[in-house]
């Protein structure tokens, strides 16, 4: 709820900060939060920032801290911060609040210094942002304002190169960089963002063309609001430089086909508006020729991954994508190619134990010795490396699988293009428009990967009930060979 401040209206930082991305995101969220969409790697996002938070409280914790509790009553939370100042605080406190002309900061960590406070803003990123900085100087401002001695402003963020040895033994996870200096240098600019949010709060709503600042530095929930999605081919699917796509919009252009081809220079453009306007699917022959002379058996291999922030089993590093699943067709060239008839194996463990080791012996095992393995993007070949890091015994075999390594996507990429594909060639974009029966947007529970990564986080938590579980499996294992699981190969506690 928004409440005055002497006539002002009450602003919290992330609302400068929206104002800072587009005046317009933050006249929205205010006077009409009901038009925005928030997706699942937004709120995958926020899931992970509360991860990462509740981390740096054990790190910088002692057996004296205090956190500040959120309360819906802001004025609370500022009345309690200031208590605990007052009372002489030595230790650290975590979320202390403080307002200044109606400008409402919470502050990640605070830490007794001689002289004054060592202040210090959590991120889930991987290195310092510019934005951040800005984040920090809205912070800063506010605390100097209120009289806060403090010494110095740091970013801790996550240290990608962190190795997890277990024991909840999360020390060095963060790395903590120093940006006072940055900090201070953009402070002035703080009094001018504060007064462009007030506008965009207390104004009409400010006109602004889509562009780069509606995915950057973060999504924007009003995209679906904002840009023309009702189209049959919505002028976004056009792809390229989103500010040359906004002109468009500008131009009250929705539709792919509503742009003049002379206004488009890139090849890749041109594809998709022709192949668009002609309605038809483009098919080249080469796909076909190359894929005619591979030999067979044929494997075509997929994993599922998750990479959390904190990471969860020992050897593990931030944000590596760590294999919980594959699923595996075999094409031996008996059948009629379709993927429905061929053999399928695949594993999965949510028992909550590390799955890497047996999943990797089991897909060994699968992909045999000889036959070429197809997989979509060079994702896989990311995931087997990872696998060789983690038990350098398997290098071997699976130096071996990635020989044999053969990627679909530059092929399809040169040699198809469908109408319906809206400027993608992801594998989620690609397959509802040659095998509808595998539209990933069909599969009930989990479509995407931040989604399914979350699920499978969910299912191996031990008060997950086996139900649940179930529901799971099913989920992320949607593309079966046969309706009897007579080949399946999946494993479950
Ligand atoms: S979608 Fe773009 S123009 Fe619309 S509010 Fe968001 S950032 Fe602003």
């Not at 530095?217 to 995209?223: L, N, R, S, W």
């Not at 995407?448 to 099913?474: D, Y």
């Amino acid at each position: 709820m928004l409440v005055m401040a002497r006539g002002k209206p009450y602003l919290s930082k992330s609302r400068i900060i929206s104002a800072w991305q587009c005046p317009k995101k933050l006249h929205l969220e205010k006077h009409h939060p009901e038009l925005g969409v928030v997706s699942a790697r937004t709120e995958s996002l926020f899931a992970t920032g509360h991860q990462v938070g509740a981390i740096s409280q054990q790190l910088y914790g002692t057996a004296d801290s205090v956190e500040i509790p959120f309360n819906r009553k802001m004025s609370l939370m500022v009345q309690q911060t200031r208590a605990l100042l007052d009372s002489g605080a030595d230790f650290p406190i975590f979320e202390a609040t403080f307002q200044y002309d109606g400008v409402l900061v919470r502050v990640d960590v605070l830490i007794p210094e001689t002289g004054g406070w060592r202040a210090i803003e959590v991120k889930a990123s991987t290195s310092v942002k510019d934005y951040h900085v800005l984040d920090c100087a809205i912070q800063d401002w506010v605390m100097r304002h209120v009289g806060l001695p403090v010494t110095s402003i740091s970013l801790a963020h996550i240290n990608n190169q962190f190795v997890y040895r277990g024991g909840e033994n999360y020390n060095g996870l963060l790395a903590e960089v120093d940006v006072t200096d940055e900090v201070r240098t953009v402070e002035p600019t703080v009094d001018v963002l504060i007064s462009r949010a007030r506008d965009a709060v207390t104004g009409p709503m400010p006109e602004i063309r889509v562009g780069t600042q509606c995915t950057k530095p973060y999504e924007c929930q009003f995209i679906k609001y904002c840009w023309p999605t009702d189209a049959e081919y919505p002028i976004a699917g056009l792809g390229g430089s989103k500010a040359k796509l906004g002109n468009y919009v500008a131009l009250g252009y929705q539709d792919i086909r509503d742009v003049d081809v002379e206004s488009i220079s890139a090849d890749t453009q041109l594809r998709i508006h022709r192949v668009t306007c002609s309605g038809e699917p483009e098919i080249l022959d080469g796909a076909r020729k190359t894929l005619e002379a591979l030999p067979y058996p044929r494997y075509y291999l997929d994993f599922e991954t998750i990479g959390p922030a904190v990471p969860l089993w020992e050897g593990t590093r931030p944000y590596a994508p760590v294999p919980v699943q594959w699923s595996c067709h075999i094409d031996d060239g008996a059948g009629d190619g379709s993927y429905v008839n061929m053999r399928h194996e695949e594993f999965l463990d949510l028992s909550g134990d590390p799955p890497m080791r047996a999943l990797t012996e089991r897909m060994i095992e699968c992909l045999g010795n000889t036959g070429p393995v197809l997989m979509y993007t060079n994702y896989e070949e990311t995931v087997i490396n990872g696998l060789i890091d983690l038990f350098p015994d398997l290098e071997e075999p699976l130096a071996k699988i990635i020989d044999r390594l053969f990627d679909l996507h530059p092929i399809v990429k040169v040699n198809y293009y469908h109408p319906k594909m809206l400027g993608s060639w992801s594998i989620k974009a690609v397959l509802p428009t040659i095998a509808p029966q595998l539209d990933y947007a069909n599969l009930e529970g989990i479509k995407e990967g931040t989604a399914a990564s979350g699920g499978f986080i969910e299912a191996i938590g031990p008060e997950t009930s086996p139900e649940r579980k179930v529901g799971t499996v099913a989920a992320l294992l949607p593309i079966r060979h046969r309706g009897d699981g007579r080949d399946r190969a999946v494993f479950l506690s």
